[in-house]
């Protein structure tokens, strides 16, 4: 059972999907940084890819994503062909260094394109990069999915496809402007499985307007009866300043911060108890699921794609927004699709913004990830100190423990794991503050 202790909840902290986070990217690292990096690279470097395509057919609105609407075809085209673009100047780049593991196309919705865009995009991937059998992912919207596409991702050899659920609740669908009934998700897994597409996720949400236990019951009970092979559960976050289309939400019956707890604790037993292995504090996956074996032999990661088996230090991503990793560099391409297009028809690359951390943060980011990941962390002598001082109040309410040097999550403290990782975040915790340059610790949102 999870305890509730609201003050250590009250402050929000990052998803710590990169450390350092995107809100701490300055202008002042970009393009220059990231060709300099590429050119780094050494042969046969494992890498990931991800490819954005920030356009759905219909815009829900709860979501915080970079996308918009596909209903312009020649938007459409000109991304396309600017997509293709920065992933040929990219490999060109690299000249055969590099070995791509694993393919991931995100958005949005890259169903939002035409199955035959995608299979020409995915083409010229494989075609300008060292690529054997990788695993190749995508995100799909249930509601425009077809037997085409089943068809298609089949034969492009796709191994996983993700599919955007949130809720089977239709009064709570209807409230976030994501109607999609129950039957459509059926016949989605239907045709996949049928193309033998067995490895299938779900995206689920609590914390929805109007959502109560016995909605979230429901919508975990179908889940259930459907098998998807890894579900994740998110906490909906309200926040209408910075996402305008979340506007359109009625915020007067959004669950209360103690609901939400309530509502997270019983997706996660519910889960646990259907036989899904908990991975980190909110993603799940059947025991026959490769991120399963990875949480058991300790090899899970966190990316911008969340919780992963995927083990390649470095992540190339094309198309607006995007973000790369390297060692030594993060780096995010130009948000607006527009502005995205130019910078790629003009022969440059796409990174504007980003950060280059040093040792010091490496290191805060490999304990931030131990955590997040593993639920434990040796720490060396020089840091061990100050941050068994910091703890205290974690460790005096039985969610964390110590052997000798080692901090260890205790049973139940998966939804404190975030802000227990938080104290070492050098822009915003309290163990040993960084000393970086101030401009990147101005203020802004937690990602």
Same mark, same amino acid.
């Given at each position: ?33 990231y ?86 995009l ?8 060292d ?38 609740a ?9 109607v ?62 910075m ?37 980190g ?12 074996a990875a ?8 990316n ?37 297009r !130019? @910078? $790629?028809? *003009? ?7 980003? &950060? ?7 290191? =805060? /980011? ?15 002598n ?23 040097? !080692? @901090? $260890?999550? *205790? ?7 975030? &802000?227990i990782?938080a104290?070492?975040?050098g822009y =915003? /915790? ?7 340059p ?10």
């Amino acid at each position: 059972m999870w305890t509730y202790h609201p003050d250590l909840l009250a402050r929000p902290v990052p998803r710590y999907t990169s450390y350092p986070t995107a809100a701490d990217f300055v202008d002042q690292v970009g393009e220059t940084e990231y060709a300099e990096a590429l050119d780094r690279m050494a042969s046969a470097t494992p890498l990931s890819l991800y490819v954005h395509i920030p356009y759905c057919d219909q815009i829900c609105w709860y979501c915080g994503c970079n996308t918009g609407a596909a209903n312009r075809k020649h938007r459409l085209t000109d991304y396309l062909t600017a997509l293709r673009a920065e992933i040929a100047m990219v490999a060109k780049r690299l000249g055969g260094r590099g070995r791509v593991q694993h393919i991931a196309f995100g958005g949005g919705s890259p169903n939002a394109i035409t199955p035959v865009d995608f299979v020409r995009l995915l083409d010229r991937i494989m075609t300008v990069f060292d690529c054997s059998r990788p695993e190749i992912s995508i995100e799909i919207d249930p509601r425009t999915f077809t037997s085409e596409w089943a068809l298609v991702l089949a034969s492009s050899e796709v191994t996983r496809v993700s599919l955007g659920v949130q809720t089977f609740a239709p009064h709570i669908q209807a409230a976030i402007g994501r109607v999609q009934p129950l039957e459509q998700i059926e016949q989605a897994m239907m045709g996949l499985r049928m193309r033998g597409i067995e490895a299938i996720n779900f995206d689920l949400m609590y914390g929805l307007p109007g959502q109560t236990l016995h909605d979230l019951n429901a919508t975990l009970d179908e889940t259930i009866r459907l098998a998807p092979s890894r579900i994740a559960l998110f906490g909906y976050a309200h926040l209408p300043a910075m996402i305008p289309r979340q506007r359109r939400i009625d915020a007067s019956n959004l669950p209360d911060d103690l609901a939400r707890f309530a509502q997270a604790q019983f997706g996660y037993e519910k889960l646990t108890q259907a036989g899904y292995v908990p991975i980190g504090f909110d993603h799940f996956a059947l025991p026959s699921d490769p991120l399963a074996a990875a949480a058991r032999e300790n090899r899970v990661n966190r990316n911008f794609q969340g919780f992963t088996h995927d083990g390649a230090s470095t992540l190339l991503g094309f198309g607006a927004s995007a973000i790369s990793i390297l060692p030594g560099l993060i780096v995010q391409n130009e948000k607006n699709a527009g502005p995205y297009r !130019t @910078l $790629v028809s *003009a022969g440059q690359l796409a990174a504007t913004r980003g &950060v280059a951390p040093g040792p010091e943060e490496a290191k =805060r /980011g490999d304990i931030i990830n131990a955590i997040l990941c593993r639920g434990r962390v040796t720490l060396d002598n020089k840091i061990l100190p100050t941050a068994r001082a910091a703890l205290t109040k974690f460790e005096r309410r039985g969610l964390l423990f110590w052997e000798d040097a !080692t @901090l $260890v999550l *205790a049973e139940g403290a998966q939804p404190y794991a975030r &802000v227990i990782a938080a104290q070492f975040d050098g822009y =915003r /915790g309290s163990i040993q503050p960084h000393s970086g340059p101030a401009s990147l610790h101005s203020a802004a949102p937690a990602c």
